[in-house]
C-alpha cells in the first residue's frame, strides 16, 4: 500500500490544522475565548457545530488516499519494482468496500431486493424484475426482506441508543461539571439524532442498498457520503485560497491609502464588474484547455480531478475574495484613525509592524464572520456550476453531479426519488448547520452585534 | 451633483478597459488560439491544417497584438487584440461557432429573458422587504424567530432543488402549468408564472433575513428613540422613519443588479427551456464557445458598471447628504 | 418661587428599572412642580437616563419595569395603554437628547421632522404647519427660519441642530421638558447659548422641566431642585439654594471637592477612590460605602433611610441619622497642599515652535484638483520650557489636536518650524525622527480607543521601548512604570478591557512615559472621564511633572482644567492663536473678545464662592 497525497488533501489538512492551532490562540487570548464560550453557550451553535464536525470526520477519513499494491506477477522475482493499483482509493473508500464494489445494474429502489427495471428473464419466460446482486442477496426468499430489514433496523436502533445512553452519561458526570457554562443539553440531543440515524444505517448497510441505487447501479449511500468532502472542499479551499490576497490587499488599500488604495480599488472593481458565474466559466474553460494540454502532468485520474477541483476553488476565490477585502478595507480605514494606531505611529513603529500588530488582530473577526458566513454559499454554488457544466470534474462524486446526474429521473414513471432526495437532504442538513453556526458566530463576534 | 455624476461615469471607462483586457489575457495569452483549436477538434482530427482551418475560420490566425509585415495602420488594426477585444467596444461580437451572429442573438434573446427577470426582480424586492418588515415590527417575539428560522431553512436550500421540486409538484403532480417551453403574446404567461414564482421564493430567505438585519440595525438608531418620543406608532416610525434611512444600504445592493436583468437567470432559462441570454450563455459554455462567452463577459460587465452608475444616482435621489453637497 | 405651592406635574414613586440581574433604577422617587427645573445629577452610568426613558415608557426592550409608579398631572402613566401613552409622549412630554447630530432623521428635512409632531399633537397640516414650525425655529433662535425648514440635518451645525432638535420637542407644546444631558455634546460657548434658550422657553411657557446631567455648572445655572443619583440610587435631593451651599451626601460633597476650581493651585484635588459598583451587584447597604472616606459599621449592610435637614434638603446617608448625633457636622478635610519643589531650571525652551502651518487640500470639480486649502493650522508660534504646562485651549474644530500632532510629525506640517531640544524636526522622517521621538510622546483623548483591545498591559507598555530600542530592563521598567502611575506591577499580564476609563489613562500615561519623554502632550487627556477620575488623573500629571520633570503641552477645552494647570495658556481660535500669554494674566485679564467668551461661557459652580 502507498499513501499518496493529493494537493487538495494537504491544503484540507492545513486547514484542519490550522483551526486547531487557532482554537488554541483563541484559548489563550481572554476576548477570542469569551466569544467562543457565547458559541459554546448557544444551543443553535453547539448543535450546528456538532452536525459540522460528523461531516468534517467523514471528509477527513475521505482525504486519506492511498493505491492499493498489486498482487506481484507470478515468476517474477523479489527484487522486482512493486507494483501499485491505478485507482487511488480512500480510507473512506476501504469502509464502504461492500458498497463501492457492489455495484447492481441500474436503479434499485432503497432497501429493495429487486431491481427497478423490468428486464427478460434468463429464461426467455417474459419479463420480471430481477434480484440484485448484492442488496437482500443473503434472504433465500426475497419476500422476507421487510421483515429483515425491520428486524435488523430494530438491533441498529437498540444499539445506537445504548451507546448514545452511555455517551450522555459520560458527557453529563465528567465533562458538564467542568465546563457547566456549554450547552451540553444541545449536544447531547444532537448526538441522539446521529448516532441513532448513523447506527441504524450501519445496521442495514452490510446487506442491503439503504438509500438505493442510481442509473448505472451505484450504491446512492456511498456516492452521498463522497459528495461531502467535495462539498467541504469547495467551502473551505476557496476561502484559504482567496484569505491570503483579501487579508494583504484589503489592509493595505484600507492604511496606506492614495494611490496604492486606488490600484486595488480598480483591482477589484474590474474582478466585480465581470458576472461571477461567467468569469469562473471562462477561467474553468481555460482551465480545461491547459489541463488538457498537459496530460503528463497528472500521475492518474484521481490527481487530474483532484486539480480540477483546486482551480474551482482557486477561481471561485478570486472572483469572491473582492467583498472580503471591501470590507477588511473599510475596517482598516476606521482603525487606522484609532487611538492607539497613532500612539504606535508617535513611537516611530513601522508600517508593517503596525499592520500585523495593531492592525490585523482587530479585525480577525471580520475574516472569521465572513469565512464562516460564506461556507454555505460556496457549497451551493458548488451544486449550480457542476450543473451548468463548469464546476468539479464530472468523475469527482458531488452534490452537483449527483443532482445534475438526478434531475431527470423525476420526470420518469414510476418516478426514481431517491438520489435526489438523498442529495437534498444531506446538503440541506450541511447547509443549515454552517448557516446556523455562521449565524452563531457573527453574534458572538461582532461588536454591533453585541449591543443590540 | 452633476460634476460628481460625471465624474463616476468617466470612472467607469478604464475598468472596461481592465475587464477588456482581462478578457483577452484570459482567452488568447492563457491558451493559445491552438490549444483552444485541438480541445475544440478532440483529440482524433487533430492536424496541422484541420487547426489552421479553425483558426483562420475564426479569425484566430493573425498576431496577437502586433502584425508586423502588415502595413501601415493595418500593423495594429489587423490582430486578435484589435478585432476581438478592442472591438467589443463597439459591440461587434463577431461570429459564434454555429455562424449566427452573436450581436443579433442576444438581440432576439433578450426579450424572453426580460419578461423573467423584471417581474421576478419586482416581485421579489417587494416580498422580501415585505416580509422583513413584517419581522421587524414582530421584533423579539416568537414569531419574529420562526420567522428568523424559515429563512435560514429557505436559504439552505439549493435552487436546483427549488427548481426540480417546483416543476414536479406543479407540473407534473397538479398540473397546473406546462413544465418547459414559451409561448407568444399572452399565452407566454402560463408558460412563465412558474419559473418567477420559483425565482421569486428560491431568493426570499436569503433577501428577507438580510432586510431583516439592515432594518434592525436602523431601527437602534437614535433617531428612531426621537420619532418614538415624539409619540409617533410604531407602524409610522417603521414607514416613515426606518425604511427611508434603510433604503440607502439596500440600494446598494438591488441597484446595481436591475441591468444585469438583461442577462436573465442561467438556471431558470436552461430548466424551463426559456430562450433567453441565460440558455444563450449555458449552451456556449457546454459547447465551449469561446466567442459567446467573451461577448457575455464583456456585455456583463458593461452592464454591472451601468448599475454601478445607476447607484449613485439612485443615492442622490434618497440621500440629501449626497444630493446637496 | 410661584409654582411652589402647586399641584405636582410629574411623580416618580418608588421606580425600579430591572435588566437581567442589574437594577439600572433602584427606588426612585421625586417630583416637578409645573415651572420648576428637577436636575438629575451624577456620573455616568447611574441611571439617570435610563429614569428619564421609563418615565417615558421608551426603555430598550432588555429593561423592565420592576417596581414604583409615574404620575404625570392625574394619570398613571404605567397604566396607559400604548395609544394612550403616544399621546403623551411629544404631546404632553417632550424630549431632548445628548447627541444631536445622531437624535435627528438624516433624510428627513427639518420642517417634515417639524411638522410629523404638530401634524400628530395639534392636528395641524399644510400652510398652517409649515408657519407653525417656522415660528418654533425662531422662537428657539435659529437664524434663517424660513430656509432651514427645508435644510437637512447634515447642514446645520451641532448648536443649530440641538436648536431645531428642542423646536421639535416643543412642537406639541408639552407642559415637562425632558433634556438627557442636552449640552454635553456641544462647544462651551454654545453650552451656555443653548441652556439660556431652555430657560428662556421654560420661563414663557411655565414648562416643567427634567434635566440630567453629569455637570454641577449646569445643575447651578439652570436647577430649582437637585437629585443626586448613585449606582441607581437617589442620595440627596435638595433645593438648589441649599444643595451648592452645604452638599450633604458624602458623594455631592465629593463630586465638589474634586472639581479642579474648588482646589487652589498647588493643592491635590479631592477624589474618589474606587469605582462605581457593577451593575449587576446585589446590595444590601449604601453603594457608596466602599468608596466613602465617613462609612460607618453598618452602612456596607443597612441601607439608609431618608433623613430630612434644614428646609426641604433630604439625604439618604446614615451620617444624618438623627440617633447618631454630632456625625452629622462631618466636613470635608481640607484639601491637602503639594510639597511643590523647585521647578527644574530651564536652561532655554524645550518646544519651539514658529509659524506651524497645517493645510487639507479641498478637492473638486471632475478632476479632483485640488482647488485650496481648509488652513486647520494657520501659522501658530509658541515656545514651552522644560518642566513647564502649556495649556492650548480652543473649542472642537479650531485645530489645538491637528497642531499636537503636527508637532509630533503625525500628520505632515505644511509649513513653519518645529525645534524639540534645539533640533529642527520638521521634515525629518524615518530614522532621522526616532531620537525625537524619545523626547516627545503623546497621551490620547479616549481611553478606550487609544489602548489596542489584542494586547497585553505589558506589550503595549513595551510597544514603545521596542521600537526605539530601549530594551534595557524592559519587564523591570514596566513595573516600575505601572507603579508609578497608581497600578500594580502585576497587571501587566492583563488585556484592556479588564480596565476601567480611569485605569486605562493611567496605562495610556505609563506608555508615554516608558520611553523617557521630556515632553507630553496631552489631548484632552480628562474629558471623556467623570469628574472623581478627572481629580485622579490630573493629580497623577501633577505628581510626574513634579517627579520627572516634564514639560506638558495640555490640549483642552476645559478652563477649569486649565487654570489648575497651566503656567502659560494660549487661546486657539480658527487655526490661530488669539492670545498668549501666562495663565494668571490671560484668565484674570483676557484681552481677545473670543477668550473672554470663553471664560464667561465656562460657568463654574464655585467661582463666585471660591
Not at chain 3, 474629558?527 to 478627572?534: F, K, M, R
Amino acid at each position: 500500500m502507498k499513501f499518496v497525497l493529493l494537493w487538495s488533501d494537504l491544503l484540507f489538512f492545513l486547514l484542519v490544522a490550522i483551526c486547531i492551532g487557532g482554537a488554541w490562540w483563541a484559548y489563550r487570548s481572554p476576548q477570542l475565548a469569551a466569544s467562543w464560550r457565547q458559541v459554546g453557550a448557544s444551543r443553535s451553535g453547539v448543535a450546528a457545530a456538532t452536525v459540522l464536525v460528523c461531516f468534517v470526520l467523514v471528509a477527513l477519513l475521505d482525504s486519506v488516499h492511498y493505491r492499493e499494491r498489486l498482487p506481484a506477477q507470478p515468476g517474477a522475482d523479489a527484487g522486482a519494482t512493486v507494483q501499485y493499483a491505478v485507482e487511488v482509493k480512500s480510507a473512506l473508500d476501504a469502509l464502504l468496500s461492500k458498497q463501492k464494489t457492489n455495484t447492481e445494474k441500474t436503479y434499485s429502489a432503497p432497501l429493495a431486493t429487486h431491481l427497478f427495471a423490468k428486464e427478460s428473464r434468463a429464461d426467455g419466460q417474459g419479463r420480471d424484475y430481477p434480484r440484485l446482486k448484492f442488496g437482500g442477496s443473503h434472504l433465500a426468499d426475497p419476500a422476507l426482506s421487510e421483515a429483515d430489514v425491520r428486524e435488523r433496523a430494530t438491533f441498529g436502533l437498540i444499539a445506537g441508543l445504548s451507546i448514545w445512553g452511555f455517551l450522555a452519561f459520560v458527557i453529563r458526570r465528567y465533562a458538564q461539571p467542568r465546563a457547566p457554562w456549554f450547552a451540553w443539553n444541545a449536544l447531547i440531543w444532537t448526538l441522539a439524532g446521529i448516532v441513532v440515524i448513523v447506527s441504524v444505517v450501519l445496521a442495514l448497510m452490510p446487506y442491503y442498498h439503504v438509500f438505493g441505487t442510481d442509473k448505472v447501479g451505484n450504491d446512492v449511500l456511498y456516492l452521498t457520503l463522497k459528495s461531502i468532502r467535495t462539498a467541504l472542499m469547495i467551502g473551505t479551499l476557496t476561502t484559504l485560497a482567496m484569505l491570503p490576497a483579501a487579508l494583504l490587499l484589503g489592509i493595505l488599500a484600507g492604511y496606506k491609502g492614495g494611490w496604492i488604495d486606488d490600484l486595488i480599488q480598480y483591482v477589484y472593481t474590474v474582478l466585480n464588474s465581470i458576472p461571477g458565474v461567467l468569469l469562473i466559466a471562462a477561467a474553468i474553460l481555460m482551465m480545461q484547455v491547459v489541463i488538457d494540454a498537459h496530460p503528463e502532468w497528472f500521475a492518474t485520474a484521481a490527481e487530474r480531478a483532484d486539480a480540477r477541483l483546486l482551480s474551482l476553488c482557486l477561481i471561485m476565490g478570486i472572483t469572491s475574495w473582492t467583498g472580503l477585502c471591501r470590507l477588511l478595507r473599510a475596517e482598516t480605514l476606521k482603525l487606522r484613525e484609532l487611538e492607539f494606531v497613532q500612539a504606535a505611529r508617535a513611537f516611530g513603529v513601522s508600517g508593517f509592524s503596525i499592520m500585523a500588530r495593531h492592525i490585523l488582530p482587530n479585525v480577525m473577526h471580520i475574516v472569521m464572520i465572513s469565512v464562516v458566513m460564506d461556507f454555505s454559499g460556496l457549497v451551493l454554488a458548488e451544486a449550480v456550476l457542476s450543473y451548468v457544466g463548469i464546476g468539479v470534474d464530472p468523475s469527482t462524486i458531488s452534490f452537483g453531479t449527483m443532482i445534475n446526474a438526478a434531475r431527470m429521473e423525476l420526470a420518469r414513471e414510476p418516478m426514481v426519488w431517491w438520489s435526489l432526495i438523498s442529495a437534498f437532504c444531506f446538503m440541506f442538513v450541511l447547509v443549515l448547520a454552517a448557516n446556523l453556526f455562521a449565524d452563531v458566530v457573527r453574534d458572538a463576534f461582532d461588536p454591533r452585534g453585541r449591543a443590540a | 451633483m452633476l460634476t460628481y455624476l460625471i465624474r463616476r461615469f468617466l470612472y467607469a471607462l478604464p475598468i472596461l478597459i481592465g475587464v477588456n483586457l482581462l478578457t483577452f489575457v484570459l482567452f488568447f495569452v492563457v491558451n493559445t488560439p491552438d490549444d483552444m483549436a485541438r480541445m475544440q477538434l478532440g483529440a482524433k482530427r487533430v492536424t496541422p491544417e484541420a487547426i489552421e482551418k479553425w483558426k483562420v475560420e475564426r479569425g484566430y490566425d493573425k498576431p496577437l497584438l502586433w502584425n508586423a509585415p502588415a502595413p501601415g495602420t493595418d500593423k495594429v488594426t489587423n490582430t486578435i487584440f484589435f478585432e476581438k477585444s478592442l472591438s467589443m467596444f463597439a459591440f461587434e461580437f463577431g461570429q459564434a461557432d454555429d455562424g449566427r451572429d452573436i450581436l443579433n442573438e442576444i438581440r432576439t434573446r433578450m426579450g424572453p429573458s426580460l419578461a423573467i427577470a423584471i417581474p421576478v426582480f419586482i416581485l421579489g424586492l417587494w416580498s422580501a422587504i415585505s416580509f422583513a418588515l413584517l419581522l421587524v415590527f414582530f421584533r423579539a417575539t416568537y414569531l419574529d424567530f420562526a420567522g428568523v428560522v424559515l429563512c435560514v431553512a429557505m436559504m439552505s436550500i439549493s435552487s436546483l432543488f427549488y427548481i426540480i421540486g417546483g416543476q414536479w409538484l406543479i407540473s407534473k403532480v397538479w398540473h397546473l402549468v406546462p413544465i418547459s417551453g414559451l409561448g407568444s403574446g399572452l399565452d407566454a404567461t402560463r408558460f412563465l408564472i412558474l419559473p418567477v414564482v420559483i425565482s421569486v421564493i428560491g431568493g426570499l430567505g436569503g433577501a428577507a433575513r438580510w432586510y431583516r438585519t439592515i432594518f434592525l440595525e436602523e431601527s437602534n438608531r437614535d433617531y428612531v428613540r426621537t420619532a418614538r418620543a415624539k409619540g409617533l406608532s410604531e407602524l409610522a416610525v417603521l414607514f416613515r422613519h426606518v425604511l427611508k434611512n434603510a433604503m440607502i444600504p439596500i440600494l446598494t445592493g438591488v441597484v446595481v443588479v436591475i441591468p444585469s436583468l438583461f442577462l436573465g437567470s442561467l438556471l431558470i432559462e436552461s430548466f424551463f427551456g426559456i430562450p433567453g441570454l441565460g440558455s444563450y450563455t449555458i449552451d456556449a459554455i457546454n459547447a465551449q464557445d469561446f466567442a459567446v462567452v467573451r461577448a457575455m463577459v464583456f456585455i456583463g460587465s458593461v452592464l454591472y458598471i451601468v448599475g454601478l452608475w445607476l447607484t449613485d444616482i439612485s443615492y442622490t435621489l434618497v440621500d440629501p447628504r449626497i444630493r446637496l453637497s | 418661587m410661584s409654582a411652589l405651592n402647586s399641584k405636582p406635574l410629574l411623580r416618580v414613586n418608588h421606580l425600579s428599572v430591572q435588566i437581567g440581574a442589574g437594577r439600572p433604577v433602584d427606588d426612585v422617587s421625586f417630583e416637578i412642580k409645573p415651572g420648576e427645573t428637577f436636575a438629575l445629577l451624577g456620573e455616568s452610568g447611574c441611571g439617570k437616563s435610563m429614569t428619564a426613558l421609563a418615565v417615558m415608557r421608551l426603555l430598550p426592550p432588555a429593561a423592565r419595569l420592576t417596581a414604583g409608579g409615574v404620575t404625570y398631572g392625574d394619570e398613571e402613566l404605567l397604566a396607559l395603554t400604548e395609544a394612550e401613552m403616544r399621546a403623551v409622549r411629544g404631546g404632553g412630554i417632550g424630549m431632548i437628547f445628548q447627541e444631536p447630530a445622531t437624535s435627528l432623521n438624516p433624510v428627513m428635512s427639518i420642517g417634515r421632522q417639524i411638522e410629523e409632531v404638530l401634524d400628530l399633537h395639534l392636528g395641524l397640516r399644510g400652510g398652517p404647519a409649515r408657519q407653525r414650525a417656522r415660528e418654533l425655529l425662531e422662537a428657539v433662535g435659529l437664524p434663517e427660519a424660513e430656509r432651514r425648514l427645508d435644510e437637512y440635518p447634515f447642514q446645520l451645525s451641532g448648536g443649530m441642530k440641538q436648536r431645531a432638535m428642542i423646536a421639535m420637542a416643543l412642537a406639541g407644546e408639552p407642559e415637562l421638558l425632558i433634556a438627557d444631558e442636552p449640552t454635553t455634546a456641544l462647544d462651551v460657548t454654545l453650552q451656555a447659548q443653548v441652556l439660556d434658550l431652555l430657560k428662556e422657553l421654560q420661563l414663557e411657557r411655565g414648562m416643567g422641566m427634567l434635566l440630567i446631567t453629569h455637570d454641577l455648572g449646569v445643575v447651578e445655572r439652570m436647577a430649582d431642585h437637585v437629585g443626586v443619583m448613585y449606582a441607581g440610587q437617589l442620595v440627596e435631593v435638595a433645593p438648589r439654594e441649599q444643595f451648592f451651599a452645604n452638599p450633604a451626601h458624602p458623594y455631592s460633597r465629593k463630586l465638589f471637592a474634586a472639581l479642579p476650581e474648588r482646589a487652589g493651585r498647588g493643592q491635590r484635588l479631592a477624589t474618589i477612590p474606587g469605582l462605581v459598583p457593577a451593575l449587576d451587584v446585589k446590595h444590601t447597604g449604601c453603594r457608596f460605602t466602599p468608596r466613602c472616606s465617613e462609612a460607618l459599621d453598618h452602612c456596607g449592610n443597612t441601607l439608609p433611610e431618608w433623613f430630612g435637614m434644614a428646609g426641604a434638603q433630604q439625604v439618604r446617608c446614615h451620617l444624618f441619622d438623627p440617633q447618631q448625633v454630632g456625625l452629622n457636622t462631618v466636613i470635608m478635610s481640607a484639601p491637602t497642599a503639594l510639597v511643590e519643589e523647585p521647578r527644574v531650571a530651564s536652561s532655554g525652551p524645550l518646544l519651539e515652535v514658529r509659524d506651524l502651518q497645517v493645510h487639507f487640500p479641498i478637492r473638486k470639480g471632475l478632476l479632483q484638483r485640488t482647488v485650496g486649502h481648509v488652513p486647520a493650522v494657520d501659522g501658530i508660534s509658541f515656545s514651552l520650557a522644560a518642566g513647564r504646562t502649556l495649556a492650548l485651549v480652543g473649542e472642537s474644530g479650531c485645530g489645538k489636536t491637528t497642531a499636537g500632532k503636527a508637532i509630533l510629525q503625525l500628520i505632515a506640517p505644511t509649513g513653519g518650524s518645529v525645534t524639540l531640544g534645539g533640533q529642527e524636526i520638521t521634515g525629518l522622517t524615518g530614522a532621522a525622527l526616532q531620537p525625537l521621538r524619545a523626547q516627545a510622546q503623546m497621551v490620547f483623548q479616549d481611553p478606550f480607543s487609544s489602548l489596542n483591545p489584542r494586547l497585553r498591559i505589558g506589550a503595549i507598555i513595551a510597544e514603545g521601548m521596542q521600537a526605539l530600542g530601549q530594551t534595557e530592563n524592559m519587564a523591570e521598567r514596566i513595573a516600575e512604570l505601572l507603579e508609578q502611575v497608581g497600578l500594580r506591577a502585576d497587571m501587566a499580564t492583563r488585556y484592556p478591557h479588564e480596565f476601567s476609563g480611569g485605569q486605562r489613562q493611567r496605562i495610556a500615561i505609563a506608555r508615554a512615559l516608558a520611553v523617557n519623554p521630556k515632553l507630553l502632550i496631552c489631548d484632552e487627556p480628562t474629558s471623556a472621564l467623570d469628574v472623581s477620575v478627572q481629580a485622579q488623573i490630573i493629580n497623577l500629571l501633577h505628581d510626574l511633572q513634579q517627579k520627572l520633570g516634564l514639560a506638558y503641552l495640555f490640549i483642552t477645552h476645559n478652563m477649569a482644567v486649565v487654570d489648575y494647570l497651566a503656567d502659560e495658556v494660549a487661546v486657539m481660535y480658527k487655526g490661530r492663536i488669539v492670545e498668549y500669554g501666562s495663565a494668571d494674566d490671560v484668565l484674570a485679564h483676557p484681552q481677545h473678545a473670543y477668550t473672554q467668551t470663553l471664560l464667561a461661557a465656562a460657568f463654574s459652580p464655585l467661582r463666585g464662592a471660591a
